[in-house]
Every structure is written in structure tokens, then in C-alpha cells.
């Protein structure tokens, strides 16, 4: 592997990993970027399979996340913004990590991860004069070659860029889309009629300067952001509009200082927690957009609250959503709800020295904003290992259990043969599907070898036109899962297309 893909090295976990990267690379869902080259650590290209999964997860998050309030819309605004920006936002003087160079190697590696990996204990958020002082009492050794740890230092994570013939501009790559909704809250918040709760929404890339990137999609210096940004009036946290949709609804929950996860609902979680209940429904809609609309298995999810010292530096709340990897071993962080209150705002107000201050509901105030953060690269790869199948005595290859909404294609169309007016027979099948869903043509190789190929990128269905196509005008349609198959007329592929899916 060019990459490592697990926490630790040596079990049948390594296997896992290994096999989802393999798979990865042949059927082009991901693989590394710049490869002709060698590589560029931190960075992985889509191939012609992934892509397509990938859109359809964006989308299936745009319909969830843009649905539950209609004052909610999506911009794309630049990837690069101005100092300013940052130094409004805190990112320039807070937005670091801790590293450790190894005296022998002169590596670099982020010194809360090495300390993890090496004594088990958790040391996120820990200053660097405790992580060293861990460093010595524990004995952590450089991972590679055993050699001695230098001092813990601070690293800031943007990637810098010098704009103009003589490069005296600097400029940033965004290292979180949501700064790029905040710039734009004034001029939205006019053209949206001035109305609270108001939210916006990014799909798109942020860039951070890792300094050991590392399983895979997982830590990368680029890689994609699903964020809604939520303007809410501060007074109108602990009321939640649509609470009842949400109050008896169960969230698994992992509370800061506790050993296991807890199933409460948003009522209980709002009473014994004190948890605001505005906050609670967006827990709830975080957790219904990976267990319901992906279709993620809840044994594997959890909202963990972060401590005080865990938690980014502009929260006030802040619970990751958590899925269980076993090709890692661990759980990881693919999403997050951040009650980000008026940090931003007021930053940007102060810096840009335009007020963000709204007259709303007859008072003067500066929003708050609550943001339901997702890691796209990251679903993608749990996506990968939670729906893959190993090969079994059912099936003699690997293959993807994508609900249909995410798979690269819904159907693959087949001829029998490449001859006697077969293939035309497929196409017309393909036809009529053609227009709203994505088809996979595919004329190569035998019958059981073409199922293998889509069952691998997981295609619900497959659709065989044979000789009896010639005197019926029916296809075959191959279920994925079950292996069963039925005779449709063609004329009826769209009806029964519908019932499929
Ligand atoms: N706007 C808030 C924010 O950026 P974050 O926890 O730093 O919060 C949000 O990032 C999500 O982005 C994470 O939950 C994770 O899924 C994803 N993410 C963060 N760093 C990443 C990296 N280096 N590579 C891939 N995904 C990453």
C-alpha cells in the first residue's frame, strides 16, 4: 500500500484496508493522485467510478440538509480568501497542530497522534509543553526508525499562496468552506429577506497543510466539506420550531468523561443534559442523515461530545459524529455539529469594520450559528467499507452493497452476445432508462464475468438482452443482492425501474 490505511500494523484488519485499496485502485473509485509521478502525499484523485458515487452522496446530503428549512440555499464562493479573513476568524494565531521532528530522520509527525498510537492514551488537545513532557515519560521513539523526538512545536495547518506578478499578495486556501458563507452573510442575509433562521450551505474542497496525512481519504491536505451554516437568533437556542418532529426521536450519544454510549432521546438529552433543544434537533438531523438517508448502520454511529479542551477553538458546543471503522480499528470523526455562537461574525465585523449586527424581531444583534459540518471523503470511504461484501460461498468475488441512490449506476445493460441483432436489442433497453438514470453499458467478456464487474461497483441491477428478446421484446433483470432474476417486457423497464428503486 502506498499509503497507510489502519491505526496499527499486523491482524486481519490490515487486511481489510488493504483489500478496500486494492479494489479502490482497480474499479477506479479513488486512487493516489499525480501517480505517473509518484504520488503527492496527502492527495488522491477520484477515478471514473467514484466520481459518480461521490456525486450522488453530495446529493443525497444536499436534499437532506437543504430540505428541513426553506430559508436555506447553497453558494460557491472562491476556494482562495485574503489574510484578512483569517485573522478575522482566529485561524491564523489558533489554527495549529502540534508536531515533533525525529532528530535522526528530520520527519515531521503530529505529536498527539504518535503519543496515541505509541501509549494508548488520548492526547488531542494537550499544549505542547504537556505532550512533550508526555514524550519523555512515556518513552515515545520516532515510529519509523526508533530515533529520539525533538521538542513539541505548533504548526499553523493553511496552505499559503502569493497572488500577483511579484507575489506580494498572500492569500490563503480555505481550510474550512465555512469561512466562505460567513463573508457573504451580509449580502445573503438582504437578498434572503432578512429572516431568521437562515441557512447556507457549501459542497466544496478545503485545503490543510497535514502534517502526516495518513489512512487514505481519511487525512488528507485536500479534500471535500458538506457544510450548512445555520443563523439563528441567540435568544431562539433552546427553541427548536419543529421540536416535535425530533423530541422523541433517539440519539446515541457518548457524553464527555463517560465510557459508553448512551440511547436518549432529543427530549431527555434537552432535560438531563442541558443540552439547548435548537442544539438537540440538529444532533437529530446529523444522525438522521447518516443512519437514515445513507443507510449507515447505528451500531456503528455516535454522537461524541468533545471536552473543553478537545473541541475547536471557536465552540461552545461541539459533539462529532463517529463511525466505527474496523479497517482502522478505531472510531473517526466524519461529521460534526459546532455551536460556533457569534465568533465569526463578530470577527469579521470587527476586521472588515462593516457591522454585522441585524435588526431582527426589533432588536439589534449579531447571529449565532450553529454549523452541521460533514467530511464527504470521509463518508465515501466509510460508504466503501460498511456496504463491501468479501467474497463468499454466495458469491465467488467482492462486491458493494450501495443502496441504489449511491450507486455509480443503477443499472448495467447487457447483450448476451455481440451478435444476431442482440446488442441492438440492449441498447433499445438501455433507451428506455437512458434519460433518468445512470446506465452501464457493458459488451466485454462473459456473462458471469460482467456481473462480477458491476457487482464489484456495486450496480443493483443488471439487464440481459438474449434470443428470446428477439421473439418476446423481454429482458432479464438480475438483482445484485438476492442473485434472482425476472422477465420484463421492455416497454415496461420504466414502470418497473420506478418499483425497483
Ligand atoms: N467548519 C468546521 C470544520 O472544518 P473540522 O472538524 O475541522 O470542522 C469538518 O472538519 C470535517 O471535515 C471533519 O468532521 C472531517 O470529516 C473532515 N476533515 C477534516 N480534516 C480532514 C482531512 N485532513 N482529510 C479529510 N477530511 C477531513
New binding site residues.
Partial sequence: MADNAQGNTGNSRETLGEKLYELAKRRGFFYPSNEIYGGLT?FYDYGSTGVLVKRNLENVWRRHFLRFNDNSFELEPSDIMPESVFIASGHIKNFIDPSVRCKKEGIYYRADHIISDATGQNAEGKSPDELSSMISEYKVRCPKCGGELGDVKVLNMMLQVKLGAEGDTIAYLR????QGVYVNFLRQFNIQRGKLPMGLAIVGK?F?N?IS?RQL?????E?T?A?LQMFIDPQDIDNAEKWDEVKDYALKVLFSGKEAAETLSCSEISLKAGIPKLYAYYLAKMQQFFADALGLPIDKLRLRELSKEER?FYNRIHF??EVYLESLGEYK????V?YRTDHDLTGHGSISKKSHEILFNGRKFVPHII?L???I???FYSLMELFYNPKSEKKEWEWMSFPPRLAPFQFAVYPLVSKDGIPEAARKAAEQLKSRYEIFYDQSGSIGRRYARADEIGIPFSITADYQTLEDNTVTVRNRDTGEQSRIAIADLPAEAEKLL
Fill in positions: 496527502g481550510p474550512e468552506t465555512a478545503a490543510r497535514e496525512p481519504l481519511i487525512r488528507q491536505r479534500f466539506q457544510e475547536a462529532d459524529v470523526e466524519i461529521g460534526g459546532h454549523e459540518s460533514t467530511g471523503d470521509r463518508v
